[in-house]
């Protein structure tokens, strides 16, 4: 659309204003926000931009093959892919403090992606998809720790200890924004109309302690349940779907014996920016079938659960 295309004209030129000639580096999470900043900024200074993606172990089922494919085959931009799962999920192993594994998720990704930057040389500033709500978020709860409510990595932090300037072309935008710009830039849909994924990933969706084994079990049951959505059409009419694997098993029947395994619960909420949410409303029918699916498919689950807390007062994540 008109507005659109020329906030894309005016971002370009002004990014192209404040680089000049210098080198920019980009983290990669896979989310709208970062490749849309991505793609944006290498229309503005080309090869100037380099993008690194950390895979921090805490993706879903295929993500960072989608990532690496689509950066480096298809838009051919400069990509550093380091795989650092086993860093994270040794450190995160036992954890079950949802301000802990925040924390550690964010403090090795800072070691890990300062390392990786160092390696390119010269680099002189840093972009993030940082989008308005963030801004606001992280302003408005900047009281100290008893106000804040869940810390976020991806706002702070890097910048002073790598000694970088800020590149934040998104900082006045909301998320649908983003997505307008990106259908501008010529991106695929699938890319564009994806849900919202929070920085510590798979993480924070196993409340109580991290294990690679619980891991696998939720993508399992995460993949079931998103293409679930798909089929039935409702992706795009849903802000976030996921599912969360519970530290809690129940005693369930399968054939003739007994089985006591985790519950899922299944989270699905409709919002514009995230900060305040409702709950989708499914069909009886459609839980029916997923929750069939993933117990019959996914061993570990016997039990599902569907989510109907709206934020406030829940929030859309578990932790
Ligand atoms: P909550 O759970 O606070 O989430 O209602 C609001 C939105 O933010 C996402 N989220 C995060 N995103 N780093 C991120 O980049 C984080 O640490 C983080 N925590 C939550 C969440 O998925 C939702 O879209």
New binding site residues.
Partial sequence: DWTMASFKEQAIESIRREVGDGKVICGL?G?VDSSVAAVLIHEAIGDQLTCVYVDNGLMRAGESEQVVSLFRDQYNIPLIHRDASDLFLDALEGQDDPEVK?KTIGRIFIDVFDEEASKIGGAEFLAQGTLYP?VIESVSFAGGPSVT??????VGGLPERMNLKLLEPFRELFKDEVRALGRELGMAAELIDRH?????GLA?RVPGAVSRDRLDILRKADTIYLEEIRNAGLYNEI??AFAVLLPVRTVGVMGDGRTYEYVCALRAVT?TD??T?DYYPFSHDFLGRVSTRIINEVQGINRVVYDTTS?PP????WE
């Avoid at 409510?149 to 991806?154: D, M």
């Avoid at 919202?196 to 510590?200: C, Y």
């Avoid at 829940?314 to 994540?317: A, F, L, N, S, V």
């Fill in positions: 999470s989310g925040r963030d409510i869940k810390s976020h990595h991806n919202p994924f929070p920085g510590p924070i802000w976030q919002s995230g900060m949410a934020k829940g929030t859309i994540e």
